[in-house]
């Protein structure tokens, strides 16, 4: 099992940016897929999920209405689009793969029900 995340970078505030993961080894419907994020110094904090299964997302109240994940099952990668970009979102960015594959919800999404993680990709906002 793979997890690979691509496309982080430096974006201006207010900017947009597209991060990807690529996953192998795996079936999508057997798990969700998250990402989180870790600022220096800050604890690891989930930011969004979906789950292959039923479609489901969740996005963590920070980014809601500003980032929007999504799947290409053909390509088994998920993306989460960034858009709004503030210095507070500057962050290295991983993606996870979790059990059991409903659990993208709010009580259940969280860093020890992932099972897999990718080695991150780093998100600087700043001017």
């Known amino acids: 099992v793979q997890l690979v995340e691509s496309g982080g970078g430096l974006v201006q505030p207010g900017g947009s940016l597209r991060v990807s993961c690529v996953a192998s080894g795996f079936d999508f419907d057997d798990y969700f897929i998250g990402w989180f994020r870790q600022a220096p110094g800050k604890e690891r904090e989930r930011v969004s999920c979906i789950a292959d299964i039923d479609g489901s997302t969740y996005y963590t109240d920070s980014v809601k209405g500003r980032f929007t994940i999504s799947t290409d099952n053909a390509k088994n990668t998920v993306y989460l689009q960034m858009s709004k970009l503030q210095p507070g979102d500057t962050a290295v960015y991983y993606c996870?793969?979790?059990?059991?594959?409903?659990?993208?919800?709010?009580?259940?999404?969280?860093?020890?029900?992932?099972?897999?993680w990718g080695e991150g990709t780093l998100v600087t906002v700043s001017s």
């Open positions: 996870a793969a979790g059990v059991p594959p409903g659990a993208c919800v709010e009580t259940m999404f969280a860093t020890d029900a992932m099972t897999y």
